[in-house]
């Protein structure tokens, strides 16, 4: 399993632990794609997943443009 998809496991199985259920994973239109699509009580969540091995060029917030 390459890296990518193993952050998206790893995020599912964080975020089920915390009460909320996957609903869709690797969701694909003609807009693109969603890593995982979460359901919290009565809300949908929407959830990119982004991984760095190192900090060198900034954390995970600075991989969002």
């Known amino acids: 399993m ?4 193993q952050a998206e496991q790893w995020a599912a199985q964080h975020l089920q632990q915390q009460g909320l259920i996957l609903v869709a994973q690797n969701y694909r ?5 969603i890593d995982l699509i979460m359901q919290d009580k ?3 969540v929407f ?5 760095r ?6 954390g995970a917030a600075a991989s969002i443009d």
Not at 2 to 5: A, D, K, P, Q
Not at 47 to 51: A, D, P, Q, Y
């Open 2 to 5: 390459n890296s990518g998809l």
């Open 47 to 51: 959830v990119e997943v982004r991984l």
């Open 29 to 33: 239109s003609r807009f693109g794609e």
């Open 42 to 44: 009565n809300v949908l």
């Open 53 to 58: 091995k190192n900090s060198d060029f900034g």
